[in-house]
């Protein structure tokens, strides 16, 4: 069983549609929790991070956390064609990011 | 510097031969991590230094692969032998001190591009 596991897609959503992107991990003692995008041939960057159980919004991003179920999720809402990229769920065990590990990713592509 | 620096951004090399890739973190990020990305693949976890020491290398995948970060600032990952099966881009990230605003965020440099004939 892979530490963080993903879809590897691809979603294809229509411009303007909600996409769901999902992760699911396997250490109970993971704490942190990101999701990074990464556009074709660029390096990984930041969009979202959470730390406690529950939903945490930022414009259009919305990440979910369930540790209960191992489980992470981030909602794309108002999908543009800019958002196409590849999008990597990361799992750190202790706040403060220390080992941080990497699902395999989710391709997603907005049509317009 | 402003950002994460890596050189080169590509190396060409030869089976057998020996290989350096060098990071240069984010001035004042005390933690350096290195990843390896193969296409289609997330990034996979080689070794994270706290300051000079590597405080986790449970990703290096055999003895050939080696990291020093001497002064705390500048790493090297070095590679020996190097086999087809390198052929990566090595992604370096740096992060900074616990305690302070951002402290959980990975800043990645560019990369640098192995190819092994």
């Known amino acids: 069983q892979k530490e963080v596991e993903q879809n590897s897609g691809p979603l294809s959503v229509p411009e303007g549609a909600i996409a769901s992107l999902n992760c699911t991990y396997s250490d109970r003692g993971s704490q942190s929790f990101f999701w990074y995008r990464q556009y074709s041939g660029k390096s990984p960057e930041l969009i979202m991070s959470i730390y406690s159980n529950g939903d945490k919004e930022d414009g259009r991003f919305t990440a979910q956390l369930n540790k209960a179920s191992q489980y992470v999720s981030l909602l794309i809402r108002d999908s543009q064609p800019s958002d196409s990229a590849t999008y990597l769920c990361?799992?750190?065990?202790?706040?403060?990011?220390?080992?941080?590990?990497f699902g395999a990713g989710t391709r997603l592509f907005v049509k317009a | 510097g402003a950002g994460v620096s890596q050189t080169p951004s590509n190396k060409v090399t030869e089976k057998g031969k020996y290989v350096e890739l060098r990071c240069d973190p984010i001035?004042?990020?005390?933690?350096l991590y290195w990843y390896r990305q193969s296409l289609g693949q997330g990034p996979e976890f080689l070794i994270y230094?706290?300051?000079?020491?590597?405080?986790?290398d449970s990703g290096l995948p055999n003895d050939r692969f080696f990291a020093v970060r001497p002064e705390g600032s500048v790493s090297t990952l070095k590679i020996q032998r190097t086999e087809r099966g390198d052929s990566a881009v090595y992604l370096c990230?740096?992060?900074?001190?616990?305690?302070?605003?951002?402290?959980?965020?990975?800043?990645f440099g560019a990369g640098s591009r192995l190819t092994v004939l």
């Open positions: 230094f706290q300051g000079t020491g590597a405080a986790d």
């Open positions: 990361a799992v750190a065990r202790r706040i403060g990011g220390f080992k941080t590990i």
């Open positions: 990230a740096s992060r900074r001190d616990r305690g302070r605003p951002g402290a959980n965020v990975l800043t």
């Open positions: 001035s004042g990020h005390t933690a």
